[in-house]
């Protein structure tokens, strides 16, 4: 069993912010796979299904993020995971919009909501990059991180979306270069 993490903030006012393309993934992973309903677990909200074979746990935190950690501790220990099992969606600055990156381990960036599941188990689990692009000046991130994704936005955030959860399966298997590329593929096509 794996459990996939998709990083956000709680609430409607919330939902087309840049920073909650961690949510927005799980949504379109629980559709394109057919995800049970959504359920109230681990201080958020669950969703099972199987991706392939394998067995995979939907959660958004319920928290908001810079608290992401208490409920992604709280699934992991329930089900005696290790971070090895443990996958986050998130946004990521350094990325070019709509770029998708996948990496085992490393900082935070000053991402609140890495800095906290950092902080509950560790650095030692895989990371989806979700590129939102930089707005060009460190003065400007937090607005621009918690503003909505622009109009122009929605058809290619729709494509990275849709191709992401397409090639989800080979991030169950653990093939994250050909998740990669396959994802990339799909973008140009």
Do not use: C
């Amino acid at each position: 069993m794996q459990i996939w993490v998709g990083l956000g903030n709680p609430g409607p006012q919330y939902a087309l912010h840049r920073h909650n393309v961690g949510f927005m993934a799980m949504d379109a992973l629980a559709e394109v796979h057919d995800f049970g309903p959504v359920q109230k677990k681990f201080l958020g909200w669950v969703q099972e299904g199987r991706i392939g074979r394998d067995k995979v746990l939907l959660l958004r935190p319920a928290t908001f993020m810079n608290e992401s950690g208490r409920a992604v501790g709280e699934a992991l220990r329930f089900f005696k995971l290790t971070p090895e099992a443990l996958t986050v969606f998130h946004d990521e600055l350094d990325l070019p919009p709509m770029k998708v990156k996948v990496k085992r381990g490393g900082g935070t960036a000053g991402h609140n909501g890495l800095r906290s599941i950092d902080q509950h188990l560790g650095p030692d689990f895989r990371r989806v990059r979700l590129g939102i692009g930089h707005p060009g000046h460190k003065d400007r991130v937090t607005g621009y991180v918690l503003g909505n994704f622009a109009k122009t936005e929605f058809d290619p955030l729709a494509d990275m979306l849709g191709a992401m959860a397409a090639e989800a399966p080979r991030l169950v298997e653990g093939d994250d270069a050909r998740f990669m590329s396959d994802v990339a593929l799909r973008q140009a096509g």
